[in-house]
């Protein structure tokens, strides 16, 4: 079983920047596929970034160059810092674990650019 929690959401004006945090329970971060993902409620969730165990990573082409996943697995935690923000930027962002056939969902973490 593993359990996520975000947080690091917030308000921020265009062209700032914000570190989410996805907080990961139990042994098995390491050996998770972790993801972001982000929704907004004109839109269906839509993928953000992905990281693998080895540390490969890969992102939807609209913030390529803008955000940066990563992971800490001696703190079982995923990271998403987000740099440039836009307003189109604004959601809510979920931390995603893949673990053998079971997946995993944060609650969701609000980020909100403003123009």
């Known amino acids: 079983q593993v359990q996520l929690v975000e947080s690091g959401g917030g308000l921020v004006e265009t062209g700032g920047s914000l570190r989410l945090s996805c907080a990961a329970s139990g042994s098995t971060f390491s050996a998770s596929v972790m993801r972001w993902y982000r929704q907004t409620p004109e839109k269906e969730r839509e993928f953000v970034a992905a990281i693998t165990r080895s540390g490969g990573t890969s992102y939807t082409d609209s913030v390529k160059g803008r955000f940066t996943i990563s992971r800490d697995t001696a703190k079982s935690t995923l990271y998403l810092q987000m740099n440039s923000l836009k307003p189109e930027d604004t959601a809510i962002y979920y931390c995603?674990?893949?673990?053998?056939?079971?997946?995993?969902w944060g609650q969701g973490t609000q980020v909100t650019v403003s123009s």
């Open positions: 995603y674990a893949q673990l053998g056939l079971s997946t995993y």
